[in-house]
């Protein structure tokens, strides 16, 4: 099934009282293949979800994803 990018956020936001599901939720839909626009949204959602509810070893995870995106782009 296709899984609306926008929808996922409004529901990842509203369940952000349940951390380990939003960050789980976070890498399902990082794994589905986007639009480059749409995943420089997610990551960056994805980063600042981390450095409100999570660790710097959250954050770095994310950045560290971010990476490894770009340079498969290459």
């Given amino acids: 099934t ?4 926008d ?4 529901y990842m936001e509203i369940r952000v009282g349940v951390v380990d ?3 789980r939720l976070f ?3 990082l794994m589905l293949k986007w639009s ?3 995943m420089q949204f997610l990551f960056k959602k994805y980063s600042s979800f981390e450095k409100s509810h999570g660790t710097p070893e ?3 995870h994310v950045v560290q994803s971010a990476k ?3 340079q498969s782009l290459n």
């Fill in 36 to 38: 480059t626009k749409k």
């Fill in 7 to 10: 929808i996922s956020i409004i």
């Fill in 58 to 60: 959250g954050v770095n």
């Fill in 27 to 29: 890498e399902r839909i």
């Fill in 21 to 23: 599901i939003c960050r």
């Fill in 2 to 5: 296709v899984i609306r990018c």
């Fill in 68 to 70: 490894q995106y770009l």
